[in-house]
Protein backbone atom coordinates (compact mmCIF):
# COMPACT_ATOMS: atom_id res chain seq x y z
CA UNK A 1 0.00 0.00 0.00
CA UNK A 2 1.16 3.03 -0.86
CA UNK A 3 0.50 7.02 0.70
CA UNK A 4 -2.47 8.15 -0.58
CA UNK A 5 -3.24 11.59 -2.37
CA UNK A 6 -3.99 13.90 0.29
CA UNK A 7 -7.73 14.69 -1.62
CA UNK A 8 -9.41 13.99 -4.67
CA UNK A 9 -9.03 16.47 -7.95
CA UNK A 10 -12.82 15.60 -8.60
CA UNK A 11 -15.07 17.24 -5.84
CA UNK A 12 -18.20 16.77 -7.21
CA UNK A 13 -20.19 14.52 -9.12
CA UNK A 14 -24.03 13.84 -10.53
CA UNK A 15 -25.00 9.94 -10.84
CA UNK A 16 -28.16 9.35 -13.13
CA UNK A 17 -29.75 6.54 -12.02
CA UNK A 18 -31.28 5.29 -8.28
CA UNK A 19 -31.02 1.59 -9.47
CA UNK A 20 -27.83 -0.33 -7.21
CA UNK A 21 -25.35 0.65 -9.07
CA UNK A 22 -26.31 4.34 -8.53
CA UNK A 23 -26.89 4.41 -4.94
CA UNK A 24 -23.77 1.87 -4.29
CA UNK A 25 -21.27 4.51 -6.57
CA UNK A 26 -23.07 7.49 -4.90
CA UNK A 27 -21.95 6.03 -1.71
CA UNK A 28 -18.93 4.78 -2.34
CA UNK A 29 -17.65 8.53 -3.76
CA UNK A 30 -19.07 9.53 -0.51
CA UNK A 31 -16.52 7.73 1.57
CA UNK A 32 -14.38 8.98 -0.93
CA UNK A 33 -14.19 12.05 -0.34
CA UNK A 34 -16.70 13.16 -3.54
CA UNK A 35 -20.01 14.89 -2.99
CA UNK A 36 -22.17 12.75 -5.25
CA UNK A 37 -26.01 13.43 -6.01
CA UNK A 38 -28.12 11.32 -7.57
CA UNK A 39 -31.06 12.01 -10.05
CA UNK A 40 -33.68 9.50 -10.57
CA UNK A 41 -35.90 9.42 -13.49
CA UNK A 42 -38.96 7.86 -11.54
CA UNK A 43 -40.79 9.71 -8.24
CA UNK A 44 -40.72 6.13 -6.61
CA UNK A 45 -38.05 4.09 -6.41
CA UNK A 46 -37.03 2.16 -9.05
CA UNK A 47 -37.37 -1.53 -7.78
CA UNK A 48 -41.31 -0.40 -6.72
CA UNK A 49 -42.60 0.92 -9.84
CA UNK A 50 -44.31 -1.66 -12.22
CA UNK A 51 -41.68 -0.60 -15.38
CA UNK A 52 -42.54 0.65 -18.60
CA UNK A 53 -39.77 2.22 -20.68
CA UNK A 54 -37.39 -0.18 -19.40
CA UNK A 55 -35.35 2.29 -17.80
CA UNK A 56 -34.80 -0.10 -15.26
CA UNK A 57 -34.62 -4.22 -15.21
CA UNK A 58 -36.54 -6.65 -13.33
CA UNK A 59 -38.11 -3.55 -11.34
CA UNK A 60 -41.60 -4.00 -10.09
CA UNK A 61 -43.23 -5.53 -6.55
CA UNK A 62 -42.25 -8.77 -5.52
CA UNK A 63 -39.23 -9.22 -7.96
CA UNK A 64 -36.85 -11.49 -6.41
CA UNK A 65 -32.93 -11.74 -7.14
CA UNK A 66 -30.02 -12.65 -5.57
CA UNK A 67 -26.73 -10.97 -4.21
CA UNK A 68 -23.44 -12.90 -4.67
CA UNK A 69 -20.65 -12.92 -2.17
CA UNK A 70 -18.67 -11.18 -4.57
CA UNK A 71 -21.77 -8.07 -4.70
CA UNK A 72 -21.96 -8.30 -0.89
CA UNK A 73 -17.90 -8.05 -0.16
CA UNK A 74 -18.37 -5.11 -2.72
CA UNK A 75 -20.47 -3.30 -0.36
CA UNK A 76 -18.32 -4.41 2.40
CA UNK A 77 -16.02 -2.22 1.85
CA UNK A 78 -18.10 0.78 1.83
CA UNK A 79 -19.40 -0.24 5.23
CA UNK A 80 -22.69 -0.82 3.52
CA UNK A 81 -22.93 -5.04 3.81
CA UNK A 82 -25.70 -4.68 6.08
CA UNK A 83 -28.21 -3.38 4.20
CA UNK A 84 -28.40 -6.92 2.20
CA UNK A 85 -27.77 -9.24 5.45
CA UNK A 86 -31.02 -7.52 6.97
CA UNK A 87 -33.18 -8.18 4.42
CA UNK A 88 -31.76 -11.40 2.74
CA UNK A 89 -32.50 -14.50 3.43
CA UNK A 90 -28.85 -17.00 2.75
CA UNK A 91 -29.11 -19.67 0.11
CA UNK A 92 -27.55 -22.71 0.92
CA UNK A 93 -27.06 -24.55 -2.68
CA UNK A 94 -28.08 -24.48 -5.92
CA UNK A 95 -29.74 -27.54 -7.26
CA UNK A 96 -30.34 -28.70 -11.04
CA UNK A 97 -33.26 -30.57 -12.10
CA UNK A 98 -34.31 -31.86 -15.47
CA UNK A 99 -38.02 -31.69 -16.36
CA UNK A 100 -38.64 -35.15 -15.19
CA UNK A 101 -37.76 -34.59 -11.89
CA UNK A 102 -34.08 -35.77 -12.60
CA UNK A 103 -30.99 -34.65 -9.62
CA UNK A 104 -29.02 -33.44 -12.54
CA UNK A 105 -26.51 -31.73 -9.56
CA UNK A 106 -26.39 -30.21 -6.07
CA UNK A 107 -23.97 -27.15 -5.88
CA UNK A 108 -22.36 -26.08 -2.83
CA UNK A 109 -21.31 -22.22 -1.61
CA UNK A 110 -17.99 -22.07 -1.31
CA UNK A 111 -17.62 -22.40 2.34
CA UNK A 112 -15.40 -19.55 3.23
CA UNK A 113 -17.41 -17.03 1.36
CA UNK A 114 -20.54 -15.33 2.74
CA UNK A 115 -23.64 -16.63 1.39
CA UNK A 116 -25.66 -15.70 -1.58
CA UNK A 117 -28.81 -13.41 -0.51
CA UNK A 118 -32.32 -13.99 -1.86
CA UNK A 119 -33.52 -10.32 -1.79
CA UNK A 120 -37.05 -9.10 -2.70
CA UNK A 121 -36.20 -6.36 -5.64
CA UNK A 122 -38.34 -3.78 -4.05
CA UNK A 123 -36.82 -4.34 -0.35
CA UNK A 124 -33.27 -4.48 -1.64
CA UNK A 125 -33.87 -0.98 -3.18
CA UNK A 126 -35.46 0.79 -0.15
CA UNK A 127 -32.50 -0.54 1.96
CA UNK A 128 -30.31 0.68 -0.08
CA UNK A 129 -31.48 4.20 -0.39
CA UNK A 130 -32.17 4.42 3.17
CA UNK A 131 -28.69 3.78 3.87
CA UNK A 132 -27.82 6.30 1.23
CA UNK A 133 -30.25 8.66 2.76
CA UNK A 134 -28.55 8.22 6.38
CA UNK A 135 -25.33 9.31 5.09
CA UNK A 136 -26.50 12.69 4.07
CA UNK A 137 -26.91 11.21 0.18
CA UNK A 138 -29.56 13.89 -1.79
CA UNK A 139 -31.45 11.35 -4.32
CA UNK A 140 -33.60 13.84 -6.63
CA UNK A 141 -36.68 11.91 -8.00
CA UNK A 142 -38.29 12.48 -10.81
CA UNK A 143 -35.47 13.85 -12.69
CA UNK A 144 -34.98 11.98 -16.02
CA UNK A 145 -31.74 13.19 -17.70
CA UNK A 146 -32.31 14.47 -20.84
CA UNK A 147 -28.81 15.84 -22.26
CA UNK A 148 -25.72 16.42 -20.91
CA UNK A 149 -23.15 18.93 -22.25
CA UNK A 150 -19.25 18.56 -21.40
CA UNK A 151 -17.24 21.68 -21.26
CA UNK A 152 -13.93 20.14 -20.68
CA UNK A 153 -13.82 21.41 -16.74
CA UNK A 154 -17.28 19.97 -15.64
CA UNK A 155 -20.59 18.53 -16.80
CA UNK A 156 -24.00 20.34 -16.89
CA UNK A 157 -26.91 18.00 -17.21
CA UNK A 158 -30.33 18.80 -18.40
CA UNK A 159 -33.74 17.00 -17.02
CA UNK A 160 -37.19 16.88 -18.55
CA UNK A 161 -38.31 18.99 -15.96
CA UNK A 162 -36.50 21.94 -17.41
CA UNK A 163 -33.89 22.19 -14.40
CA UNK A 164 -29.86 22.09 -14.26
CA UNK A 165 -27.01 20.56 -12.49
CA UNK A 166 -23.63 20.82 -13.47
CA UNK A 167 -20.35 18.62 -11.73
CA UNK A 168 -16.90 17.37 -12.02
CA UNK A 169 -18.17 14.23 -13.49
CA UNK A 170 -21.81 12.49 -14.54
CA UNK A 171 -21.45 8.67 -13.95
CA UNK A 172 -24.35 7.09 -16.39
CA UNK A 173 -25.85 4.69 -13.84
CA UNK A 174 -29.03 4.69 -15.90
CA UNK A 175 -29.73 1.41 -16.52
CA UNK A 176 -30.08 -1.07 -19.84
CA UNK A 177 -32.11 1.80 -22.20
CA UNK A 178 -28.98 4.27 -20.81
CA UNK A 179 -29.41 7.80 -21.83
CA UNK A 180 -25.85 8.53 -20.73
CA UNK A 181 -24.60 5.63 -23.06
CA UNK A 182 -25.80 7.29 -25.97
CA UNK A 183 -24.44 10.68 -25.03
CA UNK A 184 -20.98 8.78 -24.92
CA UNK A 185 -21.22 6.81 -28.21
CA UNK A 186 -24.31 6.70 -30.07
CA UNK A 187 -23.12 3.87 -31.84
CA UNK A 188 -22.56 2.10 -29.17
CA UNK A 189 -24.50 -1.37 -29.74
CA UNK A 190 -27.98 -1.89 -28.67
CA UNK A 191 -29.03 -4.20 -26.05
CA UNK A 192 -30.15 -7.91 -27.75
CA UNK A 193 -33.25 -9.69 -26.82
CA UNK A 194 -32.36 -12.84 -26.01
CA UNK A 195 -35.06 -14.63 -26.67
CA UNK A 196 -36.93 -15.37 -23.86
CA UNK A 197 -39.81 -13.49 -21.64
CA UNK A 198 -39.10 -13.48 -18.06
CA UNK A 199 -42.41 -13.54 -15.34
CA UNK A 200 -41.44 -13.54 -11.64
CA UNK A 201 -43.67 -14.18 -8.73
CA UNK A 202 -43.90 -14.02 -5.07
CA UNK A 203 -46.56 -16.73 -3.79
CA UNK A 204 -48.29 -15.68 -0.20
CA UNK A 205 -48.99 -19.65 0.27
CA UNK A 206 -48.13 -22.71 -0.97
CA UNK A 207 -48.53 -26.25 1.04
CA UNK A 208 -44.84 -27.73 -0.70
CA UNK A 209 -42.25 -28.36 2.01
CA UNK A 210 -39.30 -25.55 2.53
CA UNK A 211 -36.35 -25.70 0.48
CA UNK A 212 -34.30 -25.23 3.65
CA UNK A 213 -32.45 -22.52 1.83
CA UNK A 214 -31.86 -24.58 -1.57
CA UNK A 215 -32.18 -22.68 -4.67
CA UNK A 216 -34.11 -24.80 -7.47
CA UNK A 217 -33.47 -24.36 -11.22
CA UNK A 218 -35.12 -26.61 -13.29
CA UNK A 219 -34.62 -27.22 -17.28
CA UNK A 220 -38.32 -27.32 -18.14
CA UNK A 221 -39.37 -29.10 -21.15
CA UNK A 222 -40.52 -25.90 -22.79
CA UNK A 223 -39.11 -23.16 -20.25
CA UNK A 224 -36.79 -22.57 -17.41
CA UNK A 225 -38.69 -22.53 -13.74
CA UNK A 226 -35.75 -21.45 -11.10
CA UNK A 227 -37.86 -21.58 -7.31
CA UNK A 228 -37.30 -21.31 -3.76
CA UNK A 229 -40.29 -22.23 -0.74
CA UNK A 230 -39.25 -20.68 2.12
CA UNK A 231 -39.87 -21.67 5.72
CA UNK A 232 -43.27 -19.97 6.63
CA UNK A 233 -44.72 -21.62 3.72
CA UNK A 234 -43.96 -18.27 1.16
CA UNK A 235 -42.36 -19.20 -2.39
CA UNK A 236 -40.65 -17.62 -5.13
CA UNK A 237 -40.17 -18.33 -8.70
CA UNK A 238 -39.07 -17.21 -11.96
CA UNK A 239 -39.45 -18.78 -15.66
CA UNK A 240 -37.75 -17.87 -18.86
CA UNK A 241 -40.31 -18.61 -21.32
CA UNK A 242 -39.10 -18.59 -25.15
CA UNK A 243 -41.09 -16.50 -26.97
CA UNK A 244 -40.10 -16.11 -30.48
CA UNK A 245 -40.81 -12.38 -31.08
CA UNK A 246 -39.73 -10.05 -28.63
CA UNK A 247 -42.05 -7.67 -26.90
CA UNK A 248 -41.22 -4.67 -24.87
CA UNK A 249 -41.99 -5.20 -21.12
CA UNK A 250 -45.48 -2.74 -21.97
CA UNK A 251 -46.45 -4.77 -24.53
CA UNK A 252 -45.90 -8.17 -22.36
CA UNK A 253 -48.06 -6.81 -19.19
CA UNK A 254 -50.79 -5.55 -22.00
CA UNK A 255 -51.00 -9.24 -22.44
CA UNK A 256 -52.38 -9.43 -18.70
CA UNK A 257 -50.96 -11.63 -15.78
CA UNK A 258 -54.11 -14.01 -15.94
CA UNK A 259 -53.49 -15.19 -19.39
CA UNK A 260 -50.00 -15.40 -18.88
CA UNK A 261 -50.15 -17.95 -16.40
CA UNK A 262 -52.21 -19.17 -18.17
CA UNK A 263 -49.88 -20.26 -20.59
CA UNK A 264 -47.50 -20.94 -18.24
CA UNK A 265 -49.50 -23.61 -16.36
CA UNK A 266 -49.68 -25.12 -20.26
CA UNK A 267 -45.87 -24.71 -20.41
CA UNK A 268 -45.75 -26.99 -17.38
CA UNK A 269 -47.90 -28.90 -17.83
CA UNK A 270 -45.99 -32.15 -18.81
CA UNK A 271 -42.89 -31.40 -15.94
CA UNK A 272 -42.40 -33.33 -13.21
CA UNK A 273 -41.25 -31.00 -10.78
CA UNK A 274 -43.06 -28.71 -8.55
CA UNK A 275 -43.34 -25.84 -11.33
CA UNK A 276 -47.13 -27.11 -11.83
CA UNK A 277 -48.17 -26.94 -8.45
CA UNK A 278 -46.49 -23.41 -7.87
CA UNK A 279 -48.16 -22.11 -10.39
CA UNK A 280 -51.96 -23.61 -9.75
CA UNK A 281 -50.82 -21.72 -6.38
CA UNK A 282 -49.98 -18.62 -7.95
CA UNK A 283 -52.66 -15.47 -8.42
CA UNK A 284 -52.45 -13.25 -11.12
CA UNK A 285 -51.71 -10.52 -8.94
CA UNK A 286 -48.85 -12.36 -7.37
CA UNK A 287 -46.73 -12.69 -11.04
CA UNK A 288 -44.52 -9.62 -12.13
CA UNK A 289 -43.83 -9.72 -15.69
CA UNK A 290 -40.70 -8.76 -16.17
CA UNK A 291 -40.42 -8.40 -19.95
CA UNK A 292 -37.85 -9.59 -22.35
CA UNK A 293 -34.59 -10.77 -21.60
CA UNK A 294 -31.85 -8.43 -22.88
CA UNK A 295 -28.12 -7.67 -22.74
CA UNK A 296 -25.10 -6.34 -24.09
CA UNK A 297 -22.84 -7.12 -26.23
CA UNK A 298 -18.81 -6.44 -25.05
CA UNK A 299 -17.87 -2.99 -25.69
CA UNK A 300 -14.41 -1.57 -24.75
CA UNK A 301 -15.21 1.82 -24.09
CA UNK A 302 -17.23 2.69 -21.50
CA UNK A 303 -16.38 6.69 -20.99
CA UNK A 304 -15.86 9.76 -23.01
CA UNK A 305 -14.30 13.25 -21.67
CA UNK A 306 -15.69 13.58 -18.19
CA UNK A 307 -18.78 11.03 -18.75
CA UNK A 308 -18.60 7.26 -17.50
CA UNK A 309 -21.57 4.64 -17.60
CA UNK A 310 -21.42 1.46 -15.04
CA UNK A 311 -23.72 -1.52 -14.24
CA UNK A 312 -26.07 -2.23 -16.95
CA UNK A 313 -25.53 0.50 -18.77
CA UNK A 314 -22.16 -0.66 -19.76
CA UNK A 315 -22.12 -4.56 -19.09
CA UNK A 316 -26.21 -6.43 -18.42
CA UNK A 317 -25.81 -9.73 -18.34
CA UNK A 318 -28.52 -12.40 -18.70
CA UNK A 319 -30.97 -12.76 -15.45
CA UNK A 320 -29.57 -16.01 -14.73
CA UNK A 321 -25.84 -14.65 -14.20
CA UNK A 322 -27.26 -13.79 -10.91
CA UNK A 323 -24.75 -11.36 -11.67
CA UNK A 324 -25.65 -8.02 -12.58
CA UNK A 325 -26.25 -6.09 -9.69
CA UNK A 326 -23.15 -7.45 -7.90
CA UNK A 327 -21.01 -6.48 -10.61
CA UNK A 328 -22.57 -3.15 -10.71
CA UNK A 329 -21.91 -2.78 -6.94
CA UNK A 330 -18.25 -4.31 -7.54
CA UNK A 331 -17.90 -1.40 -10.88
CA UNK A 332 -19.58 1.19 -8.78
CA UNK A 333 -17.13 1.14 -6.04
CA UNK A 334 -14.24 0.52 -7.94
CA UNK A 335 -15.03 3.64 -9.73
CA UNK A 336 -14.86 5.57 -6.39
CA UNK A 337 -11.45 4.41 -5.79
CA UNK A 338 -10.33 5.67 -9.30
CA UNK A 339 -11.76 9.05 -9.08
CA UNK A 340 -10.40 9.03 -5.60
CA UNK A 341 -6.92 8.95 -6.49
CA UNK A 342 -6.22 9.78 -10.00
CA UNK A 343 -7.58 13.02 -12.03
CA UNK A 344 -10.77 12.24 -13.99
CA UNK A 345 -8.75 10.88 -16.87
CA UNK A 346 -6.47 8.72 -16.00
CA UNK A 347 -9.26 7.68 -13.66
CA UNK A 348 -11.46 6.55 -16.04
CA UNK A 349 -8.81 4.72 -18.11
CA UNK A 350 -7.72 2.90 -14.94
CA UNK A 351 -11.31 2.08 -14.14
CA UNK A 352 -11.80 0.70 -17.49
CA UNK A 353 -8.63 -1.40 -17.26
CA UNK A 354 -9.39 -2.70 -13.96
CA UNK A 355 -13.26 -3.82 -14.77
CA UNK A 356 -12.83 -4.94 -18.50
CA UNK A 357 -11.09 -8.05 -17.55
CA UNK A 358 -13.44 -9.42 -14.79
CA UNK A 359 -16.50 -8.57 -16.77
CA UNK A 360 -15.48 -10.11 -19.90
CA UNK A 361 -14.87 -13.24 -18.41
CA UNK A 362 -17.92 -12.80 -16.10
CA UNK A 363 -19.66 -12.36 -19.07
CA UNK A 364 -17.79 -15.10 -21.55
CA UNK A 365 -18.12 -17.25 -18.24
CA UNK A 366 -22.20 -17.25 -18.61
CA UNK A 367 -22.48 -17.81 -22.37
CA UNK A 368 -20.28 -20.63 -21.98
CA UNK A 369 -21.75 -22.26 -19.33
CA UNK A 370 -24.96 -22.26 -21.05
CA UNK A 371 -23.05 -23.92 -24.53
CA UNK A 372 -21.54 -26.33 -22.63
CA UNK A 373 -24.77 -27.15 -20.48
CA UNK A 374 -26.82 -26.85 -23.87
CA UNK A 375 -30.31 -27.14 -21.76
CA UNK A 376 -29.31 -23.46 -20.39
CA UNK A 377 -28.95 -22.65 -24.15
CA UNK A 378 -31.70 -24.44 -25.70
CA UNK A 379 -33.88 -22.96 -23.08
CA UNK A 380 -32.62 -19.09 -23.83
CA UNK A 381 -33.84 -19.61 -27.21
CA UNK A 382 -37.24 -19.31 -29.13
CA UNK A 383 -36.78 -23.06 -30.14
CA UNK A 384 -37.80 -25.45 -27.38
CA UNK A 385 -35.76 -28.46 -26.49
CA UNK A 386 -36.46 -31.67 -28.87
CA UNK A 387 -36.56 -35.15 -27.15
CA UNK A 388 -33.06 -35.85 -28.34
CA UNK A 389 -31.56 -32.74 -27.37
CA UNK A 390 -33.45 -32.92 -24.03
CA UNK A 391 -31.77 -36.24 -22.85
CA UNK A 392 -28.43 -35.35 -24.29
CA UNK A 393 -28.46 -31.98 -22.33
CA UNK A 394 -29.82 -33.87 -19.15
CA UNK A 395 -27.04 -36.83 -19.30
CA UNK A 396 -24.14 -33.86 -19.95
CA UNK A 397 -25.25 -31.05 -17.51
CA UNK A 398 -23.78 -32.97 -14.67
CA UNK A 399 -20.25 -33.07 -16.04
CA UNK A 400 -20.65 -29.68 -17.60
CA UNK A 401 -21.17 -28.58 -14.21
CA UNK A 402 -18.45 -30.21 -12.41
CA UNK A 403 -16.04 -29.59 -15.13
CA UNK A 404 -16.93 -25.89 -15.79
CA UNK A 405 -17.04 -25.10 -12.13
CA UNK A 406 -13.33 -24.73 -10.43
CA UNK A 407 -13.02 -26.61 -7.72
CA UNK A 408 -15.93 -29.59 -8.84
CA UNK A 409 -19.24 -29.06 -7.28
CA UNK A 410 -18.97 -25.53 -5.99
CA UNK A 411 -21.26 -22.82 -6.77
CA UNK A 412 -19.72 -19.59 -8.23
CA UNK A 413 -15.95 -20.28 -7.19
CA UNK A 414 -13.73 -17.90 -9.01
CA UNK A 415 -16.50 -15.48 -9.45
CA UNK A 416 -17.55 -14.90 -6.28
CA UNK A 417 -13.68 -15.01 -4.61
CA UNK A 418 -13.55 -11.44 -5.65
CA UNK A 419 -12.52 -8.79 -2.65
CA UNK A 420 -12.03 -4.80 -3.18
CA UNK A 421 -9.15 -3.56 -1.36
CA UNK A 422 -10.34 0.23 -0.66
CA UNK A 423 -7.27 1.11 0.99
CA UNK A 424 -4.88 0.76 -2.08
CA UNK A 425 -4.28 3.61 -3.92
CA UNK A 426 -4.98 3.24 -7.66
CA UNK A 427 -2.64 3.61 -10.07
C1 LIG B 1 -35.72 -10.78 -14.41
C2 LIG B 1 -34.39 -10.36 -13.92
C3 LIG B 1 -33.81 -11.05 -12.89
C4 LIG B 1 -32.55 -10.68 -12.43
N1 LIG B 1 -31.99 -11.37 -11.39
C5 LIG B 1 -30.80 -10.99 -10.91
C6 LIG B 1 -30.22 -11.66 -9.80
O1 LIG B 1 -30.79 -12.61 -9.27
N2 LIG B 1 -29.02 -11.22 -9.34
C7 LIG B 1 -28.38 -10.16 -9.91
O2 LIG B 1 -27.30 -9.77 -9.44
N3 LIG B 1 -28.90 -9.50 -10.96
C8 LIG B 1 -30.08 -9.89 -11.47
N4 LIG B 1 -30.62 -9.22 -12.52
C9 LIG B 1 -29.87 -8.09 -13.10
C10 LIG B 1 -29.99 -6.85 -12.21
O3 LIG B 1 -31.34 -6.54 -12.00
C11 LIG B 1 -29.29 -5.67 -12.86
O4 LIG B 1 -28.00 -6.07 -13.31
C12 LIG B 1 -29.12 -4.53 -11.87
O5 LIG B 1 -30.37 -4.14 -11.36
C13 LIG B 1 -28.45 -3.35 -12.57
O6 LIG B 1 -28.52 -2.22 -11.77
P1 LIG B 1 -28.32 -0.78 -12.40
O7 LIG B 1 -28.38 0.16 -11.26
O8 LIG B 1 -27.14 -0.78 -13.29
O9 LIG B 1 -29.56 -0.59 -13.37
P2 LIG B 1 -31.11 -0.44 -13.04
O10 LIG B 1 -31.50 -1.27 -11.88
O11 LIG B 1 -31.78 -0.66 -14.31
O12 LIG B 1 -31.28 1.08 -12.57
C14 LIG B 1 -31.20 2.13 -13.49
C15 LIG B 1 -31.95 3.31 -12.91
O13 LIG B 1 -31.76 4.45 -13.77
C16 LIG B 1 -33.00 5.11 -13.92
N5 LIG B 1 -32.97 5.84 -15.19
C17 LIG B 1 -33.03 5.33 -16.45
N6 LIG B 1 -32.94 6.30 -17.37
C18 LIG B 1 -32.79 7.47 -16.68
C19 LIG B 1 -32.64 8.83 -17.06
N7 LIG B 1 -32.60 9.21 -18.35
N8 LIG B 1 -32.52 9.78 -16.10
C20 LIG B 1 -32.54 9.43 -14.78
N9 LIG B 1 -32.69 8.14 -14.35
C21 LIG B 1 -32.80 7.17 -15.29
C22 LIG B 1 -34.03 3.99 -13.89
O14 LIG B 1 -35.32 4.46 -13.57
C23 LIG B 1 -33.45 3.07 -12.84
O15 LIG B 1 -33.91 3.38 -11.54
C24 LIG B 1 -31.87 -9.58 -13.01
C25 LIG B 1 -32.48 -8.88 -14.06
C26 LIG B 1 -33.71 -9.27 -14.52
C27 LIG B 1 -34.33 -8.53 -15.66
Known amino acids: MT ?151 GVTARFSDGSQARADVLIGADGLRSTVRALIDPSFPKPHYAGTLTFTARVPK ?76 TSPEDVLITGPTETMPPVQTWSRGRMIVIGDAAHAMSPTSGQGASLASEGAVQLARCLRDLPVGKAFKAYESLRHPRVDRILKHTTATATATSAAARTATPKPAGPLSRALRDALLPVATKVGGAGGAVWGAWQFDHRINWDEQVG
Request: charged share 20%; proline share 6%; net charge negative.
Open 3 to 153: ARTPAPTTRTALVIGGGVAGLVAAMALHKAGIEARVYEAYDAHSGARGGGDGGGRGGGRGGAMTIAPNGQQALEAIDAAETVRTIGTPVTALALRSWTGRHLAQLAPPADLPATRFVWRTELHEAIEAEASSRGIPVHKGKRLLDATDTGT
Open 206 to 281: TELPSTEGVLYMCYGKKAYFAYQIFDDASAAWSVNLPHREPLTQAEAQAVGAGEWLKRLREAFTDDRTPAPDLLAD
